[in-house]
């Protein structure tokens, strides 16, 4: 079975293609899977203006869906018409940039007479280390990304509990907002990761008081801190003691929450940018009681693939496809106490 997905759901425009094979795997049980393409194109031009601009977003994408279809199409060597399933993110994110990305896909899908298969974005990111990875269920997924810091456990494909969540910025965000403070592009996670390499970390932060994670106080005191500055301020050293703060509080808060289960898990899976981070990869390393799973970089970021395998995945084992007339839910989540929302409409048997 062959399936393309679709993502749009912020800034980059990605169509990825994964064959779904019979043959089942060890741990997890689910069909292997071979990426046969991928293709995304980053947004770069957002950088002049410090952040994502929706309506420009929506716009790039517009132009640009066909093109990297096409390219997708040519490097995984298929015509389109071999393809079995259309599968879209439809929630959450840019109410623009997801009409660009839905519409096209009920478009291919009804030309093609082509099942479709709307997903949550960000349940996407959360399996997304199955991609590569044959992890045993029970697992616990840390995704960490401009839009999302949360980390649940994983029981099943479609079976989530929510342990950890973030008060107010994310992860990505609140690195993206300190750049933007000292006048550097978007996004602002792989600046930030490049200047502090090799500088000592000099800085002590504030400590955070909340069980939750909470990074509206750090960041407070990265725009106090160099207003109040006598000299030449040391931006690498105070970058790396940002960084370290930001990672640690993700690290040790997660192992927290993780001991406070009934059940015993040792094994993270990480998704979302801040995956890529160089500090947080070094660092897991002290915590040799934890598997932390890191994907490829190509799978951090928002990407085509994750949204084939999870759409692939639901057709397989839950035999769910979707109507034409599913609608785009720019603010959907998952539930709080577990699982997806299943009572969506975007949803119908098959």
């Known amino acids: 079975m062959i399936v393309v997905g679709i993502e749009?759901?912020?800034d980059e425009t990605s169509v990825g293609i994964l064959r779904f094979t019979q043959k089942k795997r060890k741990n997890s049980r689910l069909p292997e899977v071979e990426e046969l393409a991928l293709i995304t194109l980053s947004q770069d031009f957002h950088s002049i203006y410090g952040g994502v601009v929706p309506e420009l977003a929506s716009r790039a994408h517009l132009e640009n869906i066909t093109l990297v279809l096409k390219e997708a199409l040519r490097k995984a060597k298929i015509d389109i018409s071999e393809v079995d399933i259309i599968s879209v993110a439809s929630e959450p994110?840019?109410?623009?940039?997801?009409?660009?990305?839905?519409?096209?896909?009920?478009g291919l899908a009804q030309s093609l007479s082509k099942s479709i298969v709307a997903v949550n974005h960000v349940e996407a990111h959360i399996i997304?280390?199955?991609?590569?990875?044959?992890?045993?269920?029970?697992?616990?997924?840390?995704?960490?990304?401009?839009?999302?810091?949360?980390?649940?456990?994983?029981?099943?494909?479609?079976?989530?509990?929510?342990?950890?969540?973030?008060?107010?910025?994310?992860v990505g965000e609140v690195f993206d907002k300190v750049a933007k403070f000292f006048r550097f592009g978007y996004p602002g996670g792989p600046i930030i990761d490049y200047i502090s390499a090799g500088a000592n970390s000099l800085f002590s932060f504030p400590e955070i008081q909340v069980e939750d994670l909470s990074f509206s106080g750090i960041k407070t005191f990265c725009v106090r801190t160099p207003i109040n500055w006598f000299g030449p301020f040391p931006l690498p050293e105070f970058f790396s003691s940002f960084q370290k703060k930001v990672i640690d509080e993700v690290i040790d808060k997660t192992i927290?929450?993780?001991?406070?289960?009934?059940?015993?898990?040792n094994t993270v899976a990480v998704s979302g940018?801040?995956?890529r981070n160089s500090y947080?990869?070094?660092r897991v390393k002290d915590f040799p009681e934890i598997?932390?799973?890191?994907?490829?970089p190509k799978y951090c970021t928002d990407n085509g693939s994750m949204i084939a395998f999870l759409g692939g995945l639901k057709k397989i084992l839950f035999s769910q496809e979707s109507d034409l007339n599913f609608d785009i839910r720019p603010t959907g989540v998952l539930k709080s106490k577990g699982g997806i929302d299943w009572k969506s409409d975007i949803f119908s048997p098959s």
């Open 93 to 106: 994110g840019l109410p623009g940039s997801l009409i660009v990305g839905t519409s096209f896909a009920k």
């Open 8 to 10: 749009t759901t912020c």
């Open 256 to 265: 927290k929450s993780l001991k406070k289960l009934e059940i015993e898990i």
């Open 280 to 282: 947080f990869r070094r």
């Open 128 to 170: 997304s280390p199955l991609i590569e990875n044959d992890l045993k269920f029970p697992f616990a997924s840390l995704i960490v990304s401009g839009g999302h810091s949360s980390l649940y456990l994983v029981e099943d494909i479609g079976s989530y509990k929510l342990l950890l969540k973030t008060r107010d910025d994310s």
């Open 273 to 275: 940018g801040v995956a």
């Open 291 to 296: 598997n932390f799973v890191f994907p490829s």
